[in-house]
């Protein structure tokens, strides 16, 4: 079995800094007033932006910071890093004229839960189609056994010598 990571250095990289400006873009938007023309449509489906958006920020936290088999305390590590993070979220709109609610806060928790079952899923069905196939390209698998011959056998396209005495 093999636990080699799922993606380059260069593609990490890139992805930690999409969760980045994810983070960053999420923190901001929920720091500033709401325009009066789209409080309509915010209020409406404010528990559906709060839950999908904490579930593509799960997303991006999952493929930039877990490796491909991530044990039970990293999951755990990050479901808490992220419900702090969106109560720390929630208790900070106050500081900016917003209202923080508890329901706000469950619609995110739900978001993180649903995008992290998911992951942690999808990773380990990544990780192990990443080793069936490390298994088939290794040089033990890809040639078969070697099959013992004894050494006085003869193959059977010899010519066989005749047994006259001269």
């Given amino acids: 079995m093999t636990d080699q990571p799922a993606f380059s250095r260069t593609q990490r990289l890139v992805i930690r800094i999409v969760w980045l400006l994810a ?3 999420l923190f901001c938007a929920t720091h500033l007033p709401v325009p009066d023309d789209a409080e309509e449509i915010v209020s409406t489906f404010d528990k559906i932006i709060h839950a999908s958006s904490y579930c593509i920020l799960t997303v991006l936290t999952c493929l930039a ?4 088999r991530p044990g039970f305390r990293r999951i755990t590590i990050l479901i808490l890093g992220l419900l702090l993070f969106a109560a720390f979220d ?3 709109q106050a500081l900016v004229h917003r ?26 069905r990544w990780s192990r189609r990443r080793s069936q196939a490390a298994a088939m390209t290794t040089p033990e698998a890809a040639t078969p056994p070697e099959v013992a011959i004894p050494p006085n056998a003869v193959p059977a396209s010899a010519p066989v010598a005749s047994q006259d005495p001269v």
């Fill in 65 to 68: 910071w877990l490796p491909p």
């Fill in 23 to 25: 983070v960053v873009t």
């Fill in 90 to 92: 929630e208790f900070t």
């Fill in 99 to 124: 209202s923080p609610d508890l329901e706000d806060w469950k619609s995110d928790a739900s978001g993180i839960v649903i995008a992290c079952v998911v992951m942690v899923n999808l990773q380990a």
